[in-house]
Each structure stands twice: as C-alpha cells, then as structure tokens.
C-alpha cells in the first residue's frame, strides 16, 4: 500500500563504514526530503530536493550527502558512519505546486532506523 | 519565540474524554498549518489541514487564530487507538516553503 519506500528498515553497522539510506516513490512527487528524528525528539530537514538534479541543505547540519538522479529517487549516503549518526532517518515527499492542499502535504516513508557500533 | 511550540504532554485522558492540544508559531506569515499524528516508532501521517479559520473531521477539530498565532487540535470522545504523539507542523516563510515540525504533543487515553 505503500507510495514511498525506504529500505533498509533497520540498520546496524560499525563506525567508520560507508551506508546509504534508500528512498524511492511511485505517486510522481517533484519535492523529496530526509528528516532525523531521535526517540522522543522533533523532526529535523536535513536534505530536500525541488526535482531531478536539485539538492539543498536543511535546517539541521549533518555530515550525509544526498542525489537526485531521477524524479522517484532521493538515496541519502553517510561516507563514514560514526555513533553521533545512530538516530532514525525518515523520507518524505509531496507535490510542488498545484492545489493548496497538495503543495505541502507530506507522505513519509516507514523510516531507516540507524545504530553506528 | 520558537518557530513553532507545543505542551509536549503527556496527556493522560479516560476513553471518551474530550481532550485539546495548542500549538503557537512565530511566521506571521504562515498561510496553512497541519496536524499529523505519529505513532511510536512509526512515521508521521497526516491528520488534518488547516487553511483558514478551522476545520472538523468527525471528532477531531481544528481551529486557528491568526491574531494569536496559534493552532488547536479538539479531540472529542477519545478512543484507546487515539494514542499517539500530534505533531503541529507549519510552513517556513509562506505557503510554499519547507515544513516546520513541533516537538509534538503526546496523548494517552487509558480504559
């Protein structure tokens, strides 16, 4: 039922490896996301994309990189992973323009939930 | 004043309680405002969209006063599957730009 997805779900992996987060979606959204959230914590935009090769830095800092090849496609990579980095890692997208409704209505993937040994 | 505030609760409410969450924000500007639920453990869904005055949707309602700048969620006849954290979330300059979320308010409806 899913329109976005994210994989891996889980992820545990040693300091110092290279990860990256998948994030694809099937309903043709331009705008794509990636937000951290620690339990208990608020939302935090790290990347957001306008569209194919559009890439912007969020309101919270963070060491990942982000592409945008392709419309349904928003990888997130960690070139390093360190234990600051464990925290869970939620995909989102929505429309660009059109109705009011539609423009900033986000729908969230399940979410990447990262452990950095 | 923070962008966006919220009570973060807990909330601790009988089934069939009717229960009110405010949030205030900052961006005077802000066109429309959202309500989202999160489960534990789970991602953000969205509740309900308000563009101007209010809004109703069976129990739940939102209401917003621009002059105040803030936002109310009204949950009516509370249900057990009620429980979750409501996130307040507004815009960053204007109806267009990125999403600001509250820290969220969490509610617990016991039997």
Redesign the interface.
Known sequence: EADIYQTPRYLVIGTGKKITLECSQTMGHDKMYWYQQDPGMELHLIHYSYGVNSTEKGDLSSESTVSRIRTEHFPLTLESARPSHTSQYLCASSARTGSRSGANVLTFGAGSRLTVL | RKEVEQDPGPFNVPEGATVAFNCTYSNSASQ?F?W?RQDCR?????LM?V?SSGNEDGRFTAQLNRASQYISLLIRDSKLSDSATY?CVV?LGG??G???????TKLSVKP
């Open positions: 429309s959202f989202y789970k991602e953000p869904k969205l969209s563009y996130l815009p109806s267009q990125n999403l600001i979320f509250g820290k969220g």
